[in-house]
């Protein structure tokens, strides 16, 4: 009886892990990167080959465009020319929850008591869910979930299904960058290996196979249109800093990212109270994640997958060796009644929560007003005005979608692998940063301003002749370069013909 309530109640903690990734992982808001991912993938498809130099700015026109994504934005835009907004949104579910399923598995190969699991996988969905945005990087978490799995079959479960490595590689690499990861993860594993055998002089039956396992699956990361090449661009791309939120360091003693910061604690405990009966490449590789995790925040969602079994696993058998109630001393009927009952409860909040967000944005993507142009990129379509388009970084991808090939962009998502380094740099400025943006207007050979609301850019109304304001609302504002290229527009906006959108702009995407 009493190992049916725990079994039982083991289910109940898994359906609540799978009910908090799927409340956590329904944002229904578009991430400023999506409306490109969309562009490039329906010009791939409709075109039928990949562009390997930039035309949608007039600032890297020509540049090489390394596009490491190219095969995740063809299924973003064929997911979503068949299904619309609902084939994203719940795509996305469904990889988040395919990740957390397979985290599940891994932990059930290991001792486990169901109160642990519950909080070990919670605390790593909360500590990951920032990264579950409609974004390719999506496919680099299934992947490394995938990665994980198959170690853990091999390591704990004596279980050689390594030969799927490759052909996972093979896939990854043309779908996200962050197939990195997944390389670094083997290598890191086969030479914790390796050194084991050389300093420890213990024997490794499985080196051999590690080896040979490596190899392959470091050939089939030049399956992708660029060959080595794209290894040479991300190694050089990556040891460059980013003025980008997520690719920021964690600052340790500050308040951000706290349970991250819970887990990280929790890792290091366990492993300071177990260290003796740990397995080393397990604790080599989530100590190696997690300082890239501190150093770049975006890594944090690969320490949370990787961490998960191994503080779910240590966390009972320290909880069971300090107080003897886990394992040695059993629950009453009573006890196990009552937190299935909570866990149900629980369960029934998130999937209540998640719904909603789903249902209240009718199972759209939802696009803010106050955060993106929607108002003035719709006051330039409508009134056909063309030309280089000066706007912030953030503002790049979603212009594209809506203006190309009218306009041409200044900067956009896409960042090194599209755009020479003194163009990011000139472009990653503050808003009123005022010597910034004099700069960028006199230098760059722009037609038209799109910028957000400053008063740098309020107080140049009227005071240039230069530039001359035509439209504003509560986000963008907009200036023509009086040119020659300019002159119908301009006088036509004289004459106070120019098309202004409706007030009531829609929320919905694109």
């Known amino acids: 009886m009493e190992a049916d309530n725990h079994k039982l109640l083991n289910i109940f903690s898994k359906i609540l892990c799978l009910a908090t990734a799927f409340y956590l992982f329904s944002y229904v808001t578009a991430d400023p990167d999506l409306w490109g991912h969309l562009k490039f993938g329906a010009d791939h498809w409709h075109t039928g080959y990949m562009a390997n130099e930039d035309p949608y700015s007039f600032t890297a026109h020509g540049h090489r465009w390394i596009n490491h994504e190219w095969l995740a934005e063809l299924l973003f835009y064929l997911t979503y020319r068949f299904f619309g907004d609902p084939g994203l949104l719940f795509g996305k579910l469904a990889i988040g929850l395919s990740v957390v399923w397979i985290l599940l598995k891994m932990c059930d190969m290991r001792r486990h008591h169901p109160l642990s699991l519950a909080f070990g996988m919670i605390l790593a969905i909360y500590a990951a869910r920032m990264g579950f945005m409609i974004r390719p990087q999506l496919f680099s978490f299934l992947f490394f979930a995938a990665f994980l799995y198959l170690l853990h079959l091999y390591f704990f479960k004596d279980k050689n299904r390594l030969f799927f490595l490759p052909l996972l590689m093979a896939a990854w690499v043309n779908l996200h960058g962050g197939f990195i990861m997944g390389w670094a993860l083997i290598i890191g594993v086969t030479g914790w290996k390796t050194l084991e055998r050389i300093a420890c002089r213990k024997p490794v039956p499985q080196l051999g196979q590690l080896w040979v396992w490596l190899m392959v699956v470091s050939i089939a990361t030049l399956a992708n249109p660029y060959g080595y090449r794209l290894l040479v661009f991300l190694c050089q791309t990556l040891s460059v800093p980013r003025a980008i939120t997520e690719w920021a360091p964690i600052e340790i003693w500050s308040l ?64 069971g060796d300090v107080k003897n109630r886990l394992h ?11 937190i299935a009952v909570a866990f149900l409860l629980l369960t029934g909040y998130q999937l209540y929560s998640g719904l909603y967000m789903y249902v209240a944005a009718q199972g759209r993507i939802i696009v803010n007003p106050a955060e993106y142009p929607v108002g003035a990129v719709r006051f330039l379509k409508g009134n056909n005005v063309k030309g280089n388009l000066l706007l912030p970084f953030n503002w790049g991808e979603y212009a594209i979608w809506h203006l190309y090939p009218l306009c041409r962009v200044s900067i956009d998502g896409r960042f090194r692998t599209a ?3 003194a163009v990011i740099k000139d472009h990653f400025i503050h808003q009123d940063d005022t010597g910034g943006w004099k700069w960028l207007m006199e230098t760059y050979p722009a037609d038209i301003i799109l910028s957000r609301q400053s008063r740098f850019f309020n107080d140049l109304i009227g005071k240039t002749r230069e530039w001359v304001y035509v439209y504003s609302d509560r986000t963008a504002i907009v200036f023509l370069r009086r040119n020659e290229k300019n002159e119908a527009i301009l006088k036509r906006f004289r004459e106070g013909r120019l098309e202004r959108p409706k007030e009531t702009v829609s929320i919905y995407f694109p």
């Open 256 to 319: 951000s990212h706290v349970r991250f910061k819970v887990m990280a604690g929790l890792f290091l405990a366990l492993l300071a109270f177990n260290f003796r009966r740990v397995e080393g490449w397990e604790v080599a590789a989530i100590g190696a994640i997690l300082f890239a995790a501190f150093r770049y925040q975006r890594h944090t969602p690969f320490f949370a997958m990787a961490a998960a079994p191994f503080v779910v696993h240590w966390l009972t058998e320290t909880a």
């Open 419 to 421: 755009y020479p380094e």
């Open 328 to 338: 040695q001393a059993r629950l009453g009927r009573t006890a196990n009644i009552t």
